[in-house]
């Protein structure tokens, strides 16, 4: 009974998570209607400054909740001890960091954004990072109770009154840029107020020292990969916006958020993935680690193939969704695509260093790589060739970072994956995205073809797999052990 609910919680959150930031597309067409690449690129920069300022109103420790939920202890008093301190410090820690960007952030937010003012994108920034630490520490405890229908629930109704928001302050007030940020502001806001009654109720406001230790010294090594994990993106809007025009961070911005789509179904994929693939390392036999990099493939295929059919069709997706000179965004969307793909691959390395107690500490040098990578490429390629310079930088300093996680993957626990059966497809599949785009290719009719015969040709080569993946699954037990978080 315990692990059929697991189950169903399992499939409650991915599908819960995937219409979540399905339907969010469909908010494109609203955002450019009212909005023009100027407004959306404030909105980039914005939104940008608010992702860096959460890793210090959380310092993740946010990540705790799943890790210590699970602990085994005899006291009787434990969640109350454990998790009411936990409350007090992201309180504290909340006060702190507003007190100290209040205080120093005009300065830095001026020297680094000219452009925009401090009132009210700075004070926007700071509530949409400040409301956000206590409700993730709240879904994340329904995730850990299985509460999946209440996870549900209360995430896509912060969708939907966040929606409402938007509509209404764009198309009603026509608040253009301010109305889009006031709507997730607000938003915050309030169900920062709702989770605040629902952990207090639960578990009161308590400091126990021997906790606050323990919690402080679990979540300070995962700043780094915290941080790592959300600058992507924001160091390449900052430095567009310090080298070019706010417009061609509106670009950009739009492209990331689109392309982020096959983000959203690659990390559905490996969740769904990940218990299964735990099960078949502990079998350790031959069959299973066949069947294992196998599924592994295939699911990289299919990942390929999906990033390189929404490549080819990029023009007419942005054509049908998004309105204005937005449209141009469409020229960094294949990055982004592939950049998913990618990310899905260092997921698989991050694998084995998780199954291994002695992994994590190898973690931390796939994100350095790729932060140091990113902010290097990036500076060199986007004064070069702007835009598309900051999406080669991201998919670029991705790609080798994994590489670094492979290497340490591989030196722990070799699971027969090799870099020629991991790499090579996602990299035909790009050259084929960029290919498709020659004059040979130029026509809507001529894509298309090529997309039924690459969806054809793929689905023959990886069906078995794909089904055995599939129908394992279903009778897979949740035995993955306990994984650094690195969103």
């Not at 995430?155 to 253009?176: E, Y």
């Amino acid at each position: 009974m315990k692990s059929h609910k697991e189950l169903s919680s399992a499939v409650i959150y991915i599908a819960t998570n995937f219409f979540q930031k399905g339907s969010a597309f469909l908010l494109i067409p609203i955002y450019t209607s009212f909005l023009n690449a100027e407004s959306y690129g404030i909105v980039g920069l914005v939104l940008s400054v608010s992702a860096i300022l959460s890793v210090f109103y959380t310092l993740s420790m946010d990540a705790v909740t799943t890790r210590f939920y699970f602990k085994k202890v005899k006291e009787s008093d434990y969640y109350i001890r454990c998790f009411g301190t936990l409350n007090s410090m992201i309180i504290a820690l909340g006060f702190m960091a507003t007190i100290i960007v209040v205080i120093i952030g005009p300065i830095i937010f001026t020297s680094f954004i000219p452009d925009l003012a401090v009132f009210p994108y700075l004070l926007l920034a700071i509530i949409i990072s400040s409301s956000a630490p206590m409700f993730n520490i709240y879904v994340r405890l329904l995730r850990a109770q299985h509460l999946g229908k209440m996870f549900a629930i209360v995430s896509l109704s912060k969708f939907g009154i966040q929606a409402i928001f938007t509509i209404v302050f764009l198309s009603i007030f026509q608040l253009k840029e301010v109305g889009l940020l006031l709507a997730t502001a607000l938003t915050g806001v309030i169900y920062l107020i709702l989770s605040l009654y629902m952990l207090i109720r639960e578990y009161g406001i308590v400091w126990d020292y021997k906790y606050a230790k323990k919690i402080f010294l679990y979540s300070i090594p995962l700043v780094p990969n915290r941080f790592g994990a959300l600058s992507v993106v924001p160091v390449q809007t900052f430095l567009i916006g310090f080298f070019h025009d706010i417009s061609q961070v509106g670009f950009f911005h739009l492209g990331a958020l689109i392309g982020s789509a096959v983000n959203v179904l690659a990390q559905s994929i490996y969740d769904a993935y990940l218990p299964w693939a735990y099960e078949h390392l502990e079998m350790s036999d031959k069959f299973n680690q066949k069947k294992l990099i196998k599924v592994t493939r295939s699911l990289i295929i299919f990942l390929s193939v999906a990033a390189l059919i929404l490549s080819l069709m990029s023009k007419e997706i942005f054509q049908v969704f998004v309105f204005g000179d937005l449209q141009q965004a469409w020229i960094v969307f294949p990055f982004f695509a592939f950049f998913a793909v990618v990310n899905f691959i260092k997921n698989i390395w991050l694998m084995p260093l998780m199954y291994k107690d002695e992994g994590t500490k190898y973690v931390q040098w796939s994100t350095y790589t790729n932060l140091i990578l990113n902010l290097i490429l990036g500076y060199i390629l986007i004064l070069q060739y702007g835009i598309l310079g900051a999406a080669i930088s991201i998919l670029f300093s991705r790609l080798l970072s994994s590489m670094v996680m492979m290497y340490f993957s591989l030196r722990l626990l070799d699971l027969g994956l090799t870099f020629k059966n991991i790499y090579l497809i996602p990299f035909l599949c790009f050259l084929v995205a960029n290919v498709g785009f020659t004059p040979y290719f130029e026509s809507f009719l001529s894509r298309l073809i090529l997309s039924l015969c690459i969806v054809i040709g793929s689905a023959m080569i990886i069906r078995k797999e794909i089904m055995y993946f599939y129908k394992s699954y279903k009778s897979a037990r949740a035995i993955a052990p306990p994984k650094i978080n690195t969103q």
